[in-house]
């Protein structure tokens, strides 16, 4: 469990006023561990929510902005500024915040997808950021420790040579058109706020990470069949795509949020010469581990197998405790918090980047072209 | 339960001698239920192994035939001939037999795929049996009593309209070079002897046949990577295909033999617009039933739900108890037995036909040429 | 599988007529291997539906009998005669046939309990077969192959010495009072047919019998709570049972016909010094092993495990391909034909008893004497 | 979520130093939701222990304590005192503080069970807290969004009356004996610090509670059989005790230290007369629910039910997404914080009161002594 001998890093947010989803996820991740204390924020677009919002989470009445650029540089020139920002707002959103913190020397906490078009993904990609602000991208399946052994069993060499990998992630939440109301279904399926992808860059994005993550394979190319289901819909709300990796492999990624009966289905399977592996979102503390004529093992989260120190800070409690989604979500928080302190080195690497964010564009704009040239093989970038 | 009021169906056999994993299970599956006997054989074209076989499984001397024509004429002149012959051969002498039987005026129970090659597809196709001989095509798994319970949700409206269909169908028995004495290997990575599909012939199949078994969508178009993984390998052992289908459904089947850790992990969802249903066969008497905005219901076979007529006969014990292969195998043969003796019309209609294994051979067809076509959506027929 | 190398064994059956549960699976098991033909019945009491079940299943006219006598005394008497007879009465009805049959020098397959009272029970125990006729008791659930196997497990040491037992028998088919025409309500429910015991005598039995028959160990005492939740009914409905076996070992066992949503679900779990198994009847082709310290592995009949012989029989199939109770109640039908023909002396110890019933009903009535006594610690016999 | 639109609540903490696990978990507990903000502590009775830890977390210096009850006196006497505290020590260290605290007028938060014997459990509910300072006792399960809706469907009458519960909660870490420098199973295993139970106090009393909880049914008497299996272990570390409810229902709970392959087992299942509900902890997302002559239904946390108010605070992210042990553990911390401000009259009678733990105590002491007493059924109190 991480340390917490000092004092908490200074945290700011743009986004997540009252009624966000992600937000509110993001606050208590960066609660969970004691590693970060929230102190300012630009909490909403409109002045009114962002300052009840602020109120309501005990932000100093100074400290809640409007803008998110007056808190960049006001924040930059106090003396007790934050230190990080997290940056929850919806996808079209995310650069130019991203860039005005990290120029200001704030390091950035972004949720994914890194933008809502390729051509900020690669602006922001070119930001230089000062003093060497660092940058997250919360991907945070990757913060699961199974995940993480999972990654470390493919680099050990334990699975052989990569062969398969089938990766999907059905929900059904928007089987039938929206509520007028429901912000989160707004504006994930308005292309103004979301960009070119639906399905694909609300959660095929992330199943695309976590393969790429687990496996560590280059995508050489993909074929793509977009849907929209649901009558009017502008955005695609099932995906199914077809994987070529660099070296041979082969995979399959499915996402959908009109698959009736799946909550957050995310699976992820890998198919090695020698091993293979089989993780479910669902009860994140269990993955198989199947070796070519032998049983399969259910291996447990911090249970009867060698943790490594990668997964490690992931196992707050024992074995058949369940730990979810938000302890996961923490673990990036709190493994980014020993960066920011200079004490991470053993985690650089292991926390999604911007480069990852830029890879996640390339490949929704590539299952994009794919999909409009009749799922023709379309390389990324 | 079937009712066995007369005297067996006098069965014969084509293929299945000593040391054959299929010849077996039918045998098996011809005798659960009580309406067939065994009493004539043509098990091996090796002579002696046809003798040997045919006295270990008690067959009169004069009723073990080394050559499946001679089988065909004799007993078709007998008057205690058999009335039905089960072909258990590998796929290429599929076709031989099966014409030659139903000319003969006897009805063909024959394993699946269809033929080895398209041709011999239709060539069958336009046979003329005598006597109005019938064909089944052992597609087992359509015997499963939630199988059928799933193909009369769709056809009721439960689902509402079809939008996304996965299915898969991995195996990991091959995922090394095979034994050179392992005679299901041998023949299944033979070109000579499987036909022009690998993986995609022996379960691929399997799986577009349950898919479309339960959803009654026709094909509109398939687009396929097939690979053979393991060096050497003339035919594929892996199969990454997305299905379009007439009407807007779109599909995704993986079938493979190199996942480390998969037996036989055949498993179907489909979604609709309305309500999902998910199942696997390796618990085939569970199925879940998800209804939009409901909670998730898990159907049982025989349990406490309506079981529709086509779905009765499987349900031999009381739920709770499971039933499996080799009772939905048996299924099959009782209710052929059942249109065999003209008591079978509600069966019509149930059963995989000629016509099936044609589709399933255009279908194999179709998706080697998709993926010799580097993945183009591909017709099939 | 079994080799079919001569002529079926001649079976007759008493009771199991027209819509009987258990005569019908007798009759599957008898047939899945093709080791038994059944020619001879007294199916009922009552003479026409013995004439007409008999009429049903082919039975040759001479053969329908309407009094188990008359057909022990004539079956025995045919050069073709019956070898072996199926007892699957009600229980009180299990007595006298099956002395009558083993004085005949007939083979006996006697559905469980053994008797309706312990008396019964003993005074079998004292028949004198004729020509060595043998006993099987059909504990159906023996038959699983992964019981097989964790019988082995613990033989062999795997577990250690074995320290906690929990066995349970779920249903809830009488959770509400039974239809007036249920005829399996019936007598389960009718002291004067199923004897002492409700849901002890109709499940707890085959919980006891599989606890014991997997660890082999001999019971000391039981402490018993029986209760029939449903107004009215005279015998128990639910039972609670604490286990204490010679040598130190502990256990639990539950059966109930009231527990809402349980179909028949079986379960055993052992634990040892070094080892636990884990195994469900729902999916009988899984088991779990858990080695301290280790990864739990999941054991698959027929999978990557070295199959005891004992097991062999009962994998029909590969692994993956689910069996069930159906094939676990052939293996032992096939397995004591073996032992008929003088073949299976590796079978003798493997298959259930008249001693293993005659303790069955020594756990029955002690378990009711010890209910009767507020629980307290009472031996068996 | 909860709202935190206030500071957050001062809370000290008694024990949870250096390498303690329960402390830790109250730690993330409290910071969860933001309620809490951990500002002193006595975090051990060793002087140089509790100076470190104190430092590591972050807490002045002065307000570092080595002795309880000087931090109980100079807190209460501070303008910025705790207004909350947290005793996180051994068993046999819960009574002392949590009356100093009381009679101080600060809150107690305390683990479980309430004490190490029944004379300090009964002292403590006498003692008359300063200020109307209130208990908690962290019976975590009790914390579960399920447990709750569980408990809401047995008020609500769902399940009809009750009949069968069964409860258990099996773990394997003591199977063998534990190393010496396990500091966890020192004290859990030594009676001077743990009380008259072992797994009994340590999981049983969570797994009584948990029944209770959820039932609400009053317990009329335990039959116990205990035993301790590892040699010279002094508590028992395996449970077996069949319940009698009044009313009529009837139960069994199984604890284990020694059941090997299980982690933290947790599991209930009630049965009543028209209704059953199944739970397991290590998915604790998901609950069976199932009426009489339907189809099983799994609820899942968030997802397609209506959640009661009594179970809302404890979804803080989508259905599907999993929450765990240490969410439910903060439920209990973020609802007595609203309690503890005034606002939490909707949560009084779903934490786990002082009265609750005194009843424990009692479960404990039943068991131990019916154990003794060749398991007689003995009531409470």
Redesign the interface.
């Known amino acids: 469990?991480a340390?917490?001998?000092?004092?908490p890093i200074r945290l700011g947010m743009v986004g997540g006023g009252t009624g966000a989803?992600i937000g509110?996820?993001h606050?208590?991740a960066s609660?969970?561990?004691?590693d970060y204390q929230l102190v300012a924020g630009a909490l909403s677009s409109r002045p009114e929510v962002a300052k009840q919002s602020g109120?309501?989470?005990?932000l100093a009445e100074d400290r809640i902005y409007t803008d998110f650029e007056d808190m960049a540089r006001v924040e930059a020139g106090r003396e007790d500024g934050i230190e990080a920002v997290a940056i929850v707002t919806p996808n079209h959103m995310h650069f130019a915040p991203a860039k005005a913190f990290l120029e200001a020397g704030i390091h950035v906490i972004c949720d994914k997808p890194l933008t809502a078009s390729l051509e900020d993904a690669y602006a922001l990609q070119k930001v230089q950021p000062k003093n060497g602000a660092k940058f997250l991208l919360t991907h945070n399946y990757t913060g699961f420790p199974l995940i993480r052994q999972a990654r470390e069993l493919v680099r050990s060499g334990a699975?052989g040579k990569i062969?398969?990998v089938?990766v999907?992630y059905p929900?059904?939440?928007l089987?039938?058109p929206a509520a007028e109301d429901n912000k989160q279904a707004a504006w994930r399926t308005d292309p103004a706020k979301s960009g070119a992808g639906g399905a694909i860059g609300d959660i095929g994005t992330h199943a695309y990470n976590l393969a790429r993550y687990v496996t560590g394979l280059k995508t050489a190319a993909v074929?793509a069949?977009l849907?929209a289901?649901v009558p009017g819909r502008p955005l695609d709300d099932?995906v199914?795509i077809?994987l070529?990796f660099q070296g041979?492999a082969?995979?399959?990624l499915?996402a959908?949020q009109?698959?009736?009966?799946?909550?957050?289905?995310l699976q992820l399977?890998v198919?090695?010469?020698?091993?293979?592996i089989?993780w479910r979102?669902?009860?994140?503390?269990?993955m198989?581990?199947?070796?070519?004529?032998?049983?399969?093992?259910?291996?447990?989260r911090g249970?009867?197998?060698d943790t490594p120190p990668a997964a490690a800070m992931g196992v707050?409690?024992?074995?058949?405790?369940?730990?979810?989604?938000?302890?996961a979500f923490a673990t990036l928080y709190s493994q980014f918090a020993a960066i920011i302190r200079g004490e991470g080195a053993e985690f650089e690497g292991l926390l999604p980047t911007l480069d990852d964010g830029v890879e996640g564009m390339e490949f929704i704009m590539a299952a994009v072209k794919s999909s409009q040239d009749?799922?023709?093989?379309t390389k990324l970038g």
């Open positions: 469990m340390k917490n001998t000092r004092r989803f509110a996820v606050r208590i609660r969970l561990d004691g109120a309501e989470l005990g699975l062969r398969v089938q999907e929900q059904d939440w089987a039938v074929a069949d849907d289901f099932n199914n077809m070529r041979g082969k995979g399959m499915w959908s009109v698959a009736v009966g799946c909550e957050n289905g399977r198919y090695g010469e020698k091993a293979g089989e979102q669902d009860n994140p503390n269990y198989w581990f199947s070796e070519f004529g032998k049983p399969r093992q259910l291996l447990t249970g009867a197998i707050r409690i024992p074995a058949g405790h369940p730990e979810g989604y938000l302890e009749d799922s023709r093989w």
